[in-house]
């Protein structure tokens, strides 16, 4: 059964950086691509990153480019998000989830439960 837990959020300035970590249930990442997306207030949910389950290749969204890094650790069933030179609009809720990567739209995912964490709050502010 999936189950997907994020942690990491919090309020940084801008320029700072922060990790976001999503833990999923064993055998998730051999099973499932694992991706990142974001909600700011008023704002429809957009994709940010994916990692796949396959052979670890990755995607990211224009507006973090450069900037994010996602990466996996298979001993930790944990995909993490590395967040730098944080800018305010990068503020909003992160939520992982597991589906498929697609290149175009960052990533699907099926209506299964538990597909998606509970999301944490990621505030950049001066």
């Known amino acids: 059964q999936l189950h997907l837990v994020e942690s990491g959020g919090g309020l940084v300035q801008p320029g700072e950086s922060l990790r976001l970590s999503c833990e999923v249930s064993?055998?998730?990442?051999?099973?499932?691509?694992i991706g990142w997306f974001r909600q700011a207030p008023g704002k429809e949910r957009e994709g940010v990153s994916c990692?796949?389950?396959?052979?670890?290749?990755?995607y990211y969204s224009d507006t973090v480019k450069g900037r994010f890094t996602i990466s996996r650790d298979k001993a930790k069933n944990t995909v993490y998000l590395q967040m730098n030179r944080l800018e305010a609009e990068d503020t909003a809720v992160y939520y992982c989830?597991?589906?498929?990567?697609?290149?175009?739209?960052?990533?699907?995912?099926?209506?299964?439960?538990?597909?998606w964490g509970q999301g944490t709050q990621v505030t950049v502010s001066s």
């Open positions: 064993e055998f998730t990442l051999d099973l499932y691509a």
């Open positions: 990692i796949s389950a396959t052979d670890g290749s990755t």
């Open positions: 989830a597991a589906g498929l990567c697609r290149q175009s739209i960052i990533m699907v995912v099926p209506p299964e439960e538990g597909s």
